[in-house]
């Protein structure tokens, strides 16, 4: 029998992921939090049930990373913050499009590039939460739809060849869904270039060469960024990778036989990687 999140019956992929996001929450959520960032994804939703199981988060002030994450602080009832006002902040929760060994990660997929970076780098600890797809041995190994680049309008152009210079497939600048005419405009106003580059060896290295490029305002390569990523599998498992190389699977086991399972427990069922 499945569980239910919300009256809804879960799949065995969406109790990892869930499993995955509780975990992330246990393990990572200080003892006297004032400031918490919150990232955006399907599966971030699951960390903000968690969060609001925790005795006074009323208190807590949340930061979003874009539109959609300050929407489901709103909706949750939470505390809205910026972080023009709240620079220092405990901990973030967010999603990636890949992330590799290293734990170095691709993210912007979602066109909220600069403030992930943003608020990923005001905090003291950074923490990922995906399903199994997002887990990579090197950055571009699942991840084809290239580095998304937070970029002013006015200079994309320059850009594009510039970043062909750099070896990138074929960037293009990335176009609005449908029934929206024209590109994709981040919150703050910028165009998005999606640069594909195959598999990224050194990310440290291209980040810094893009990042130098007039115009650029963001890189989607979040290095030497992340705490730990929290990864739920189809098969029901959860992989948990951390900085201090403390690498384990939850069994799937463990996940099925209970939705709100601490992470001490999870733990306890752990398997090395």
Not at 7 to 30: F, Q, T, W
Not at 139 to 166: C, D, F, N, R
Not at 239 to 265: L, Q, Y
Request: charged content about 20%; glycine content about 10%.
């Amino acid at each position: 029998m499945e569980a239910k999140s919300n009256g809804i019956e879960l799949s065995s992929v969406e109790m990892a992921k869930r499993m995955a996001c509780h975990m992330a929450v246990d393990e990572n959520y200080p003892k006297h939090p004032k400031v918490i960032g919150i990232g955006s994804g399907s599966t971030v939703v699951y960390v903000v049930e968690r969060l609001l199981t925790k005795p006074g988060v009323e208190n807590v002030v949340f930061l979003p990373t874009g539109f959609q994450s300050k929407e489901l602080i709103v909706s949750s009832g939470l505390r809205l913050g910026d972080p023009d006002c709240y620079p220092d902040v405990d901990v973030c929760f967010d999603g990636a499009d890949e992330v590799d060994d290293s734990l170095q990660c691709i993210k912007g997929g979602g066109a909220c590039l600069f403030q992930e970076k943003l608020i990923g780098f005001l905090a003291k600890r950074l923490v990922i939460v995906a399903d199994s797809r997002k887990n990579s041995h090197m950055l571009g190994e699942h991840w084809k739809k290239g580095v998304p680049i937070e970029v002013m309008p006015m200079a994309y152009t320059s850009i594009l060849p510039q970043l062909v210079a750099l070896g990138a497939l074929e960037p293009k600048l990335r176009m609005g869904a449908p029934g929206k005419a024209g590109p994709v405009v981040t919150d703050n106003g910028n165009f998005i270039i999606d640069a594909s580059f195959g598999l990224i060896k050194n990310p440290q290295e291209l980040f810094e060469k893009i990042k130098l490029l007039v115009g650029v305002v963001e890189v989607g390569i979040f290095c030497n960024m992340i705490s730990a990523a929290y990864f739920g599998s189809g098969d029901g498992s959860v992989t948990v990778k951390k900085a201090s190389g403390d690498n384990h699977i939850i069994p799937p086991t463990v996940t099925a036989a209970a939705t709100e399972v601490d992470a001490v427990v999870a733990e306890q069922n752990a398997e090395p990687l």
